[in-house]
């Protein structure tokens, strides 16, 4: 139950894992917050909440497999089992992924098959679709592919505009991760193929 969060960026989704455990509706240790920015704000957050942290900078590395296989290490070192991504930028290696099988979990701000990549909420917004949402799913050697574990849609409003559904997809993630995680790290996920199911 010894987890670690990947981060690159503001850390919103960081700071409701931290809220969950801090009241126990997530029950897990947050053994590492790994991030590959160093202004990233998420790494602050993380050093407020005296969580432990690893910055890793993508430029000493000759090739991302390096760059894993050192994060790998430090992973090892601290006896983390599962891996968290959130809003973290880079894609992972084929063997990071395969070390760690369904034991990668992503969130993602679209509907998944949708508006994969990094400007999902861009895109929904730019494409005009009525319904856009929020998908958490585990990762696998495909970028925002692996099987699915939650989704949850967001209907796009009369008056709305491209920052207030970018806040309510947000407030969305901020509930539906600190729950998937938690199942995850307590073995209630049963992947089937593309199937996941939460297991009692
Ligand atoms: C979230 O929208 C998440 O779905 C995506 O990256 C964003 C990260 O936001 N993968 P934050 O850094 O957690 O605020």
Redesign the pocket.
Known sequence: MNFAVF?S??????QAIIHALNRGQLKGTLGLVVCDRRDAH?LKRAEKASLKTLFIDPQKYANPQSFDREVIIHLKEEKIEYIVL??FMRILSPHFVRTYKNRIIN???SLLPSFRGAHAIDEAWAQGVKVTGVTVHLVDEKIDHGPIIFQKAVGIRPHETRESLEARI?QV?HVLYPRAIDLLIHGRLKVVGRKVAVVS
Do not use: K, T
Not at 9 to 14: A, D, E, F, Q, R
């Open positions: 981060v960026g503001y850390g919103s989704n960081l998420a959130a809003g969130i993602h701000p947000h993630e």
